[in-house]
């Protein structure tokens, strides 16, 4: 059996790259969108139409108006719209059968960039095993190598994201696979945790900065291991993008 090939890409051409080359590219926004999409799929929205900018997104909803309209920027609510980014506002009674269009700084448009490659998942913490488990049964069926993408703050590095991308690559390493030396750095990150993770990531910049913006609920319902068995894919319907 050829050993599957796991790497990590920061940056949004490398990601980009990756996607036109079929590797299965996973895409981690742990504080927030990726966790956000997976709360609100696990209580039962129909789907998320991510887009890149909020201009979109207003568009968007005139096609949709029984849709949510949800999103940030700066981690704060645009005017207007129905939802913020806090997973903890996708609450079953809110969302359940509804469409969400969602835009966030980072991760719809890390998403969007990795649209060309025939499979995108979206992982956070609050989905790791279940996410490495589908990650692994396509890589093996399918022959893919796996691209994990921290989506990162503007782009930049995340540790959380980072963190996250070693949560899924440790449930990884009995399949035969080959860590390029930035999966494996992030493998032995999280291997090397010696205090809570809610705790750790309590600590990182994103983390600190939406608790000054009131959003300490979010940082420790993001930080929670396998909550979920919902593993998002992207999707094209018609002419924009579709999470289920």
Not at 91 to 107: D, F, H
Request: net charge positive.
């Amino acid at each position: 059996m050829v050993p599957i090939s796991v790497d990590l890409a920061f940056a949004r051409k490398d990601i980009r790259k990756a996607s036109e080359q079929g590797r299965i590219i996973v895409v981690i926004d742990v504080l927030r969108a990726t966790s956000t999409i997976i709360t609100a799929l696990s209580n039962g929205a129909k789907g998320i139409i991510p887009t890149e900018t909020i201009r979109e997104a207003r568009i968007l909803w005139k096609s949709y108006p029984e849709s949510l309209l949800a999103g940030e920027r700066r981690g704060l609510k645009p005017r207007g719209f129905h939802l913020g980014n806090s997973p903890l506002e996708f609450k079953r009674e809110i969302v359940e059968g509804k469409m969400v269009i969602l835009t966030t700084t980072s991760g719809t448009k890390t998403i969007g960039v990795a649209k060309a490659s025939p499979h995108v998942i979206l992982a956070a913490f609050l989905n790791a095993s279940a996410a490495a488990e589908r990650i692994l049964q396509i890589a093996q069926e399918e022959g893919l190598g796996i691209t994990l993408a921290p989506s990162g703050r503007k782009n930049s590095f995340s540790l959380e994201d980072f963190l996250c991308a070693g949560a899924i690559a440790i449930k990884l390493k009995d399949a035969k696979a080959e860590f390029s030396d930035f999966a494996l750095g992030a493998l032995l990150s999280f291997q090397g945790l010696k205090q809570p993770l809610d705790r750790f990531i309590w600590n990182c910049h994103h983390a600190r900065e939406l608790v000054k913006k009131g959003f300490e609920a979010d940082v420790k319902f993001c930080s929670r291991l396998d909550v979920f068995r919902r593993v998002p894919v992207l999707k094209l319907k018609g002419d924009h993008l579709l999470i289920a």
